[in-house]
């Protein structure tokens, strides 16, 4: 998904998280939140992968990112 944002960048992949960082940038009138959670309830439903995207488009705009990502299996 990263390798097509870069290279697709007027996709409107790419325009959706461009949305989507924007609209984090503006949650809080003092300044971008420092700590973004994404979460999901599913395995597969893709919250690694937007939290990539989401991180390297913060990058793309100086900000400095670290990223963990979580996996915990909810075996029985």
């Known amino acids: ?4 944002l ?3 960048p007027t996709s409107a992949a790419a ?3 461009r949305d989507l960082r924007t ?3 503006r949650l809080n009138a003092d300044g971008a939140p420092q700590v973004i959670v994404i979460i999901s309830s599913v395995a597969g439903e893709g919250a690694t992968t937007a939290a990539i ?3 390297q488009s ?3 705009l100086g900000k400095s990112v670290l990223l963990i990502d979580g996996d915990i299996c909810a075996c029985v």
């Open 1 to 4: 998904m990263a390798q097509y």
């Open 6 to 8: 870069a290279d697709a």
């Open 23 to 25: 609209s984090v940038l």
């Open 58 to 60: 913060f990058h793309g």
């Open 53 to 55: 995207a989401l991180a």
């Open 15 to 17: 325009e959706a998280l």
